[in-house]
């Protein structure tokens, strides 16, 4: 009886001690999952957050460097001599009239975005425009009464500035339905010379489409929505075409991002009658902001499937506990040692969620800059535990994963970040004895930052950048290009740092995959100093033309490598120019040739910019060429093609003749003048007397590069019976009188 009681006492101690130890076991685990559950919450938000900032200031960035290449038009245009003289002179004839309309409609050809340029007048109170509806019309009765309007009170308008409206693309009023969105600019000189007064004016239409695109660009593959505002509420562009001008002041979202007035911000709100999560970025430099709007359930789904996980995994976790009370009870040490290793793990857990709070604050600084007070960052550096000083010289590493987008069609999002994790902890390993940071800037690169007086010798880590290149290549069969900071900034300046360090990034281009950039040895050029080879852009024209293979690819290598010295944005403009230009050739093809070219030149300048080095971007336009080169194939076989070469080469072999003319030609090739005159002008585009002039400029070109000859001689040498003539011709070619552009040669020869 004694034996049974103490068993019935033992078995009650037990029973007692197994039901303690598993509500015990439980209680912690829902304590715990409830604290992974809000801190994951918080971090998911925080990455939301940062992300969409990050693409959205992208977007503007974009979009500012779009304009850029339009106010340059604009300063070019409005100093123009013969421009000029259009709108000085009232007395000008109207052969000088035409002259200098086809220069103004030079301008407009030179971006693909701009629609049409106006030159105002003060003096003539006439527009001259680059319209089919024609060169000049008075303002009283000119047609865009939105322009008059501008002009009439000029002083209010924001010079250089986009306004978003309606046109008329071809200045036909009474043509229904034919407006488009678009954006004007305004210039009409320096502010201190024209306060009060002005003398002329030039305005910009360009296609809203262009901002449409990178709209289109930047919202592939997120969430949400993207759309453009200015700061009256007013719409100025989004996916949806009939929307601009649209007055969304009144909304909730709207009127809370116009009262803030801040550079960059999130909150929630309703937005048309759904709970969404707003986040915006804003553009001083056009006056703009860039809104990106996400439905909060698609935010709420995620933590909505580790909710889900959680409560599964208390579950799991108490199954388990009851079966743990069981052995625990007759194994006391090994459970305590159990619970002990445990606890462990969560202190090693919370440790790692300090440290992705450290990268966020880190990514923010890196990203927008240092916003708070001084006090207030050296308490986030003690916060964190960030090695850097805020005293030292700050370096920056960047690694970039070279063939990105081939990567992302290949992999998930989820891969690709544990990718960028790997190669963090690769290059944390080839530093491990230096203090540093290392920051996931999401997309194609990571960040490594130290402090100089903590860190190698610049050889030292060019050897260190090599390990961590070969590893990660071994390893992951990826390659990376590093990218090493300028050695003159502290840790107050680091977005400065980081976006000069991004911007050197771009030099991968020339240098090509797997490269180590040094910021500091980059000898950038003014943007303002680059003058676009004209020449050699007809030249590579002329041998598409006529089919020449090699001349044309090398043509094409010498105009993008003259840009290498100079700030990326040049190469970017040079491209957009140059496929504007070709695609124009091609559509004289299509037009005139009556042959189906099937090419996608929207597709093409959305793979340029994917292209990470200049052998990619040359891909792409031999890939071009050889569609011209194969339709120019089937037209050589053709009598008329014959028959042209024919003439071309007479051209060619006797242009110094200044006899030589089309009938000329006609009676060497029997051939009737108006017959000859009308096939050379379809298969060429030019007249035969262009032709000609175009073929004695080249040579004219040549002799003042090579020769001693007075100028005089020249122009008779080439063909011209006329000198004045010659410099007519010479300076509405080129540009410039024969004298500056021999002096301008010698100039440069000398340096």
């Known amino acids: 009886m004694i034996i049974e009681k103490r068993q019935k006492d033992k078995d009650k101690v037990f029973r007692f001690l197994k039901k303690y130890i598993t509500l015990s076991m439980v209680s912690i685990l829902l304590f715990i999952?409830?604290?992974?559950?809000?801190?994951?919450?918080?971090?998911?938000?925080?990455?939301?957050?940062?992300?969409?900032?990050?693409?959205?200031?992208?977007?503007?960035?974009?979009?500012?460097?779009?304009?850029?290449?339009?106010?340059?038009?604009?300063?070019?245009?409005?100093?123009?001599?013969?421009?000029?003289?259009?709108?000085?002179?009232?007395?000008?004839?109207?052969?000088?009239?035409?002259?200098?309309?086809?220069?103004?409609?030079?301008?407009?050809?030179?971006?693909?975005?701009?629609?049409?340029?106006?030159?105002?007048?003060?003096?003539?109170?006439?527009?001259?425009?680059?319209?089919?509806?024609?060169?000049?019309?008075?303002?009283?009765?000119?047609?865009?009464?939105?322009?008059?309007?501008?002009?009439?009170?000029?002083?209010?308008?924001?010079?250089?500035?986009?306004?978003?409206?309606?046109?008329?693309?071809?200045?036909?009023?009474?043509?229904?339905?034919?407006?488009?969105n678009a954006y004007t600019f305004v210039y009409y000189g320096l502010p201190k010379y024209t306060t009060g007064n002005f003398s002329r004016a030039i305005l910009i239409n360009v296609s809203e489409e262009s901002v449409r695109k990178s709209i289109d660009l930047w919202s592939k593959g997120i969430e949400g929505s993207l759309c453009v505002i200015n700061e009256e509420g007013l719409l100025v562009s989004s996916l949806y075409r009939d929307e601009l001008l649209q007055d969304m002041s009144k909304d909730e979202f709207v009127e809370k991002i116009l009262k803030y007035k801040k550079e960059i911000g999130y909150f929630v709100c309703n937005v048309s009658g759904i709970k969404s999560f707003v986040t915006y970025a804003y553009s001083n430099n056009l006056g703009w902001y860039f809104i990106r709007i996400i439905p909060y359930s698609s935010i709420y789904d995620n933590l909505k499937k580790v909710g889900s996980i959680?409560?599964?995994?208390?579950?799991?976790y108490t199954a388990i506990g009851f079966m743990l009370s069981y052995i625990i009870t007759g194994k006391a040490k090994k459970t305590i040692d159990d619970i002990i290793d445990g606890l462990k793990m969560q202190i090693k857990d919370n440790r790692s969620e300090l440290e992705k709070l450290k990268e966020g604050f880190l990514y923010s600084i890196l990203k927008n800059g240092i916003s708070s007070s001084p006090s207030i960052v050296s308490k986030n550096i003690k916060k964190y535990n960030i090695t850097l000083s805020t005293e030292d010289i700050l370096i920056l590493i960047m690694f970039r994963i070279d063939h990105y987008h081939k990567l992302c069609t290949k992999l998930k999002s989820y891969d690709i970040a544990i990718l960028r994790k790997a190669i963090i902890k690769t290059a944390s390993e080839v530093f491990s004895k230096y203090l540093f940071e290392t920051v996931d800037m999401e997309n194609d690169h990571i960040i490594l930052a130290f402090n100089d007086t903590k860190c190698p010798d610049v050889d030292q880590i060019d050897s260190m950048i090599k390990l961590v290149q070969d590893s990660v290549e071994k390893s992951m069969k990826i390659s990376l290009s590093a990218i090493l900071s300028p050695l003159e900034y502290t840790f107050n300046d680091i977005s400065l740092l980081y976006t000069e360090t991004k911007q050197a990034s771009n030099y991968r281009l020339f240098y090509g995959h797997r490269c180590i950039i040094h910021s500091e040895k980059l000898k950038i050029l003014d943007t303002e100093g680059y003058i676009y080879p004209v020449e050699k852009e007809k030249m590579l024209l002329d041998t598409l033309m006529l089919g020449n293979v090699e001349p044309a690819r090398k043509l094409l290598d010498e105009i993008i490598y003259s840009t290498k010295d100079y700030p990326h944005t040049v190469l970017t403009s040079l491209l957009l120019k140059l496929t504007f230009t070709i695609w124009n050739a091609f559509e004289k093809l299509e037009h005139i040739g009556k042959y189906s070219l099937d090419y996608d030149f929207n597709s093409f300048a959305a793979t340029l910019n994917m292209c990470e080095t200049i052998d990619e971007i040359r891909g792409r336009f031999y890939h071009m060429f050889n569609r011209v080169f194969s339709i120019l194939e089937e037209r050589k076989k053709s009598k008329y093609e014959l028959l042209i070469n024919k003439a071309i080469a007479i051209i060619n072999k006797e242009y110094a003749d200044e006899g030589l003319c089309l009938n000329i030609m006609a009676i060497k090739l029997g051939m009737s003048p108006g017959y000859l005159g009308k096939l050379f002008k379809t298969y060429t585009s030019k007249s035969v007397a262009d032709y000609i002039n175009q073929v004695r400029m080249e040579n004219s070109l040549k002799l003042l590069k090579t020769s001693r000859m007075q100028i005089n001689d020249?122009?008779?040498?080439?063909?011209?019976?006329?000198?004045?003539?010659?410099?007519?011709?010479?300076?509405?070619?080129?540009?410039?009188?024969?004298?500056?552009?021999?002096?301008?040669?010698?100039?440069?020869?000398?340096?």
């Open 310 to 316: 959680t409560v599964g995994s208390i579950f799991l």
């Open 33 to 180: 999952s409830f604290m992974f559950f809000t801190v994951y919450r918080n971090l998911e938000i925080s990455r939301v957050t940062w992300s969409s900032i990050g693409s959205l200031l992208q977007l503007g960035s974009s979009c500012e460097s779009l304009f850029d290449s339009i106010i340059k038009v604009s300063f070019k245009s409005y100093n123009d001599e013969d421009i000029l003289c259009m709108v000085n002179d009232s007395n000008m004839d109207t052969l000088d009239i035409v002259r200098a309309n086809s220069r103004l409609r030079s301008f407009a050809s030179i971006n693909s975005s701009i629609i049409s340029i106006y030159a105002y007048s003060k003096k003539t109170d006439c527009f001259y425009t680059t319209l089919p509806s024609g060169p000049e019309q008075s303002r009283i009765n000119f047609f865009d009464k939105e322009a008059v309007n501008y002009i009439n009170n000029i002083q209010s308008i924001k010079a250089l500035h986009p306004i978003p409206r309606k046109i008329k693309p071809y200045g036909m009023p009474d043509v229904p339905n034919n407006t488009i």
């Open 714 to 751: 020249i122009s008779t040498a080439v063909g011209f019976s006329s000198k004045n003539y010659f410099y007519t011709v010479f300076k509405r070619t080129f540009g410039i009188t024969p004298y500056e552009y021999r002096r301008n040669t010698i100039i440069k020869i000398e340096q």
